[in-house]
Nanobody
Framework: QVQLVESGGGLVQPGGSLRLSCAASGGIFSINAMGWYRQAPGKQRELVAAITGGSRTNYANSVKGRFTISRDNAKNTVYLQMNSLKPEDTAVYYC???????????????WGQGTQVTVSS
């Protein structure tokens, strides 16, 4: 069974930094696109950053220049380095990945369970 497990969330003061990690495991042949989404209370889930299998990246305008997405294909892991955090970055952050599974070689879009990021003084 494919699983995505996030870690690294927490409470940080405005201007601070956090690094989120998301490790995929279980029945993986390869992983195509990976991404981070977030959902604040009362708001829709939104894309924060995405990275293709070839490491092309895409960011929401609100985080450009502050957040960096990266991946380690050997570890099936995606990271989100978040700097200069603002109170409006407060949300539950979710990892997402398009996974080619074994033994079927079918594509499965998977979500992690989410990790809370709170930016507050």
């Amino acid at each position: 069974q494919v699983q995505l497990v996030e870690s690294g969330g927490g409470l940080v003061q405005p201007g601070g930094s956090l690094r989120l990690s998301c490790a995929a495991s279980g029945g993986i042949f390869s992983i195509n696109a990976m991404g981070w989404y977030r959902q604040a209370p009362g708001k829709q889930r939104e894309l924060v950053a995405a990275i293709t299998g070839g490491s092309r990246t895409n960011y929401a305008n609100s985080v450009k220049g502050r957040f960096t997405i990266s991946r380690d294909n050997a570890k099936n892991t995606v990271y989100l380095q978040m700097n200069s955090l603002k109170p409006e970055d407060t949300a539950v952050y979710y990892c997402n990945a398009d996974i080619i599974t074994i033994p079927s070689f079918s594509t499965l879009n998977s979500w992690g369970q989410g990790t809370q990021v709170t930016v507050s003084s």
